[in-house]
């Protein structure tokens, strides 16, 4: 993503995966000891993305709308199915687009290097 000078960059894989409609995934310092948190950005999927998966394969969209979230949870909960029991949700908003994801991510004070695919963090969802 070319978003100028200053602007930090995705790594390709991470992009790639994220025009596609896949869900990425950081942890966060959480807010206070006992807890974990994370941050995940899911992109939202269309009418277009239902119809190409019909068909057997993924659209990239480079104009994706993105749900941001940022959640804190019980750490001892984290690893059973029961994760959401004395979850919050610090932050959230939606972004349009890839050059508002990073400008939110800056906001939120993260980088998009940090970001990992779900099955490489702890993350609970």
Known sequence: ?????????WPTDKLTALRLGRRLVTEVTASRPG?????????????ADAD??????NRSDR???????????DADQIAGFD??????????TT????????AALEAWN???EQFLHPWQTDDPK
């Open 95 to 102: 972004v349009i687009g890839e050059a508002q994801l990073v």
């Open 1 to 9: 993503m070319t978003t100028g000078e200053s602007r930090p960059q």
């Open 52 to 57: 190409a998966r019909r068909h057997g394969w």
């Open 110 to 112: 993260l980088r998009p």
């Open 63 to 73: 104009e994706r709308t993105f749900k941001l979230e940022h959640w804190d949870y």
């Open 35 to 47: 807890r974990r948190a994370f941050v995940d950005i899911r992109p939202l999927t269309t009418a």
């Open 83 to 92: 994760h959401d029991i004395n979850a919050s949700l610090v932050h959230a």
